[in-house]
């Protein structure tokens, strides 16, 4: 079995003490996924989303609009 990762980002995060901006990216990809698989509503993938930002979670605002914009 031949394995290709592309590690670059997740040291580009390290190298920069950033990786709370890698677990965050995973809790939206989280939330897509449960709105994709209707486990939860998008206005529920919204307040979640408002939530992790207002409880000191950094989720760029071009993201969050790419995830509520996916859910229209």
């Known amino acids: 079995m ?13 190298k920069i003490g950033r990786l709370d901006l890698l677990r965050t990216l995973f809790k939206v990809s989280i939330l ?13 993938t919204r307040r979640c989303a408002e939530a992790l930002r207002v409880n000191g979670r950094y989720i760029s605002g071009e993201l969050l609009d790419s995830l509520l914009t996916q859910m229209r």
């Open 32 to 44: 897509d996924r449960a709105f994709r698989l209707n486990h939860i509503t998008a206005e529920e």
């Open 2 to 14: 031949i394995v290709v990762s592309d590690t670059t980002p997740l040291i580009s995060l390290l």
